[in-house]
């Protein structure tokens, strides 16, 4: 199962749980029907990136294949700009990484190849991500309210 498969599957389980949300528009992810972002945060775009239903602000970066690794130092960077932040991935690449992923703060979003079971495993809350305020003025995503542009492109630069 390649990364857009993984992202379309997890962004079907988001949207059964009502949770507002885009994707990134890398070219891998053209032939996907949801709605499109392009979002830097301190030099990484997440792959999804939204709000849950209880409106707190989540990235999701997600992998196919590979690069497992890599994903922690991606997810662990958004955590400067939201309150939640995961990995998502085929459930037999993120259990090599779980432990890790888990005590660093992160949560797993887990995509079952075999069936369409999609588990979640959530963060920890990020009490005060240092660019929460500019990503919520460049989206105008707050607590209270929901943007209302199909394509979005907004860039945190880093101080």
């Not at 962004?11 to 528009?25: A, K, M, R």
């Not at 999804?48 to 997810?75: C, H, P, R, T």
């Amino acid at each position: 199962m390649n990364e857009a498969e993984v992202v379309s599957r997890i962004c079907e389980h988001l949207q059964n749980e009502s949770w507002q949300f885009w994707i990134d528009d890398h070219p891998i992810h053209k032939e996907l029907r949801f709605q499109k972002h392009c979002l830097l945060i301190s030099g990484s775009r997440p792959d999804i990136f939204g709000l849950n239903s209880i409106k707190q602000i989540f990235a999701v970066e997600v992998k196919g294949l590979k690069d497992y690794k890599k994903a922690i130092g991606q997810a662990l960077t958004y955590k400067t700009g939201v309150h939640l932040s995961y990995i998502g991935g085929l459930n037999t690449h993120l259990n090599k990484i779980s432990n890790l992923a888990i005590s660093s703060g992160l949560g797993l979003i887990s995509v079952d190849v075999s069936d369409s079971d999609v588990e979640v495993i959530n963060p920890l809350y990020n009490i005060s991500p240092i660019f929460l305020d500019d990503i919520q003025l460049k989206t105008r995503l707050s607590p209270y309210s929901y943007p209302e542009i199909k394509n979005l492109c907004w860039k945190i630069i880093k101080k």
